[in-house]
């Protein structure tokens, strides 16, 4: 038998939003005893800093240049490799309950399994396999679908319109009138994609999420090895939880983040010293990403707004905490405590201010690339807690979890397991990792890629609408934790960027990567 498994996902989450990382804002017990109890990463990076691409990775092991889901709107292959597929051969029983966004979420038609199963009312379909098999869709026995609202065709939808229909006014509506994402002012700041939600805390995606996973919990027989993938769709905008919980953080009382300076001129400064769509999208010229408002102007966020924001989301994050709380209790009623590996973490961070902006997009600095990762292993695993330094990234999930379930691990699965130890990171050569870019949106494609090691933080801007080849970002992260001093072009820096750019290289010239990346069907 393999040990059970609880796989916590949050959306669009900084590392610094959980008190064990330093954050200040949100109240984090549960994370906070998980990381003590456990293996807590300071440099986790995805492989993309948006959803579909990075969720995928996590799912198949590959990065987006191998899965081929490489932007939003790009939906995985229903025949990807799928580690839950090997985890179902092994006998697990097998659930995602939550966000799931392996495929896009305007999709009219049903076309995805994802969007068509409430409608469908059945747990799950059959669906090819990686292998050539058929069997439950990506391996999962169960699925059970949520997104930022209730509209649409996902179960928390189907739930809050049939139940409660009353409720359905109070969220943000996130596209505009012409399919946009809004730009809409909300709160007392009047933040882009904030609202003040009349809902009840009980009827939130974030508890049905975790009451869902309990009813599927207590589901199980007490012999059965499990896997389950809980995905909460919150912190990510638009930020509307609960109204009732919105006193947890004053948002008056929030301090600026250290990061965003408050000078308009300061901001400018040190956006110039990056590559020039940072400005660009500063400026309201270009939108790299849709997510991000087409018709919003970063440099007309305030200081107010940040702070607004930021107290939101911290509130968001309390919310996730406890209804984790929750689905850990059950697990312990259930008896299973000692028996059962809990790993947390998010797909891509946000830049909630940093430099003057919001959401995210080919910015490949700490705000979005440095992610939030505890693993607790099962008490009866006996492994000791630790505090990994090494940069590690989420393509080795798949492998970890393998590890776990005590099954081998396939050849299509390209990040190894995550070091355990700083000592072991070192005897397995765990000493840098790779997060890709590309989009092509409105006209504007931008393709970047970057590499992190312990010292540096090295961007690369390959050939496209916003760059020639030649732009790029190095940051000494010791010196200038905050990523404001681009170092890409001094000269005592050259060797440096010289083996930088050959682990780019190196990456970009492995072997069996996607010949024919999909096609956007839809924007996100």
């Not at 949100?26 to 994370?31: D, E, G, K, V, Y």
């Not at 809050?160 to 006014?169: M, S, V």
């Not at 912190?235 to 000078?263: F, G, T």
């Not at 400026?283 to 607004?308: C, F, H, I, M």
Request: hydrophobic residues 40%; proline residues 8%.
């Amino acid at each position: 038998m393999g040990r059970k498994i609880l796989f916590i996902t949050t959306d669009q989450q900084r590392y610094d939003t959980l008190g064990c990382n330093g954050g200040l804002l949100s109240r984090t017990p549960i994370a906070d005893r998980l990381a003590s109890e456990g293996i807590r990463y300071t440099r986790c990076q995805p492989t993309s800093v948006v959803c579909m691409p990075s969720r995928s990775s996590m799912l198949t092991g590959q990065f987006p240049s191998r899965h081929g889901a490489w932007m939003n709107g790009v939906p995985l292959p229903v025949e990807a490799p799928s580690f839950v597929e090997s985890l179902h051969d092994a006998g697990y029983r097998t659930a995602l309950i939550g966000k799931a966004h392996f495929e896009p979420l305007l999709d009219p038609f049903g076309l995805y399994a994802e969007n068509a199963l409430a409608n469908l009312g059945v747990p799950t379909v059959e669906q090819p396999w990686f292998d050539g098999r058929r069997g439950p869709h990506r391996g999962f026995d169960l699925m059970e679908m949520a997104t930022h609202s209730a509209i649409g065709p996902l179960h928390y939808s189907k739930w809050i319109q049939r139940e409660h229909p009353e409720a359905l006014g109070g969220f943000y509506p996130v596209l505009d009138g012409e399919l946009n994402v809004n730009a809409q002012g909300g709160g007392e700041s009047d933040a882009p994609q904030v609202r003040y939600n009349d809902i009840p805390r009980e009827w939130y995606h974030t508890d049905w999420v975790a009451n869902r996973t309990i009813n599927w919990l207590t589901s199980l027989e007490a012999t059965d090895d499990w896997f389950c993938w809980m995905s909460f769709p919150d912190p990510h905008h638009p930020w509307d939880p609960p109204k009732s919980e919105l006193a947890r953080v004053p948002w008056r009382d929030v301090d600026l983040p250290a990061n965003y300076p408050q000078r308009s001129e300061d901001r400018e400064a040190i956006l110039d010293q990056k590559a020039r769509h940072w400005r660009a999208w500063y400026d309201g010229r270009v939108v790299s990403n849709y997510e991000a408002p087409a018709k919003w102007v970063p440099a007309t966020l305030t200081a107010d707004q940040v702070r607004e924001v930021n107290a939101i989301n911290a509130v968001e994050v309390e919310l996730i905490d406890e209804a984790i709380g929750r689905v850990l209790a059950s697990i312990s009623e259930l008896g299973w405590s000692d028996d059962v590996d809990i790993v947390l973490t998010s797909d891509h961070g946000e830049l909630q201010g940093d430099f003057g902006l919001l959401f995210k997009g080919p910015y490949h600095v700490d705000a979005l690339m440095r992610l939030p990762l505890i693993w607790r292993p099962a008490t009866s695993a006996d492994i000791a807690p630790a505090v990994v330094d090494a940069p590690v990234n989420l393509v080795s999930l798949a492998a970890t979890f393998l590890d776990v379930a005590g099954t081998s691990r396939p050849e299509w699965v390209e990040g190894g397991c995550l070091p355990r130890s700083n000592d072991e990171a070192a005897m397995t050569h765990v000493d840098s990792s790779i997060t890709e870019w590309d989009s092509a949106l409105f006209g504007v494609d931008v393709h970047v890629r970057s590499v992190v090691t312990r010292e540096h933080l090295f961007t690369m801007y390959l050939p496209g609408a916003m760059h020639d080849g030649s732009e790029g970002e190095l940051y000494v992260l010791g010196e200038d934790p905050l990523q404001r001093h681009n170092r890409f072009d001094d000269p005592a820096l050259a060797g440096v960027r010289s083996d930088l750019t050959g682990r780019l290289h190196e990456h970009a010239t492995r072997e069996n990567q996607c010949e024919s990346p999909g096609p956007v069907v839809a924007p996100v």
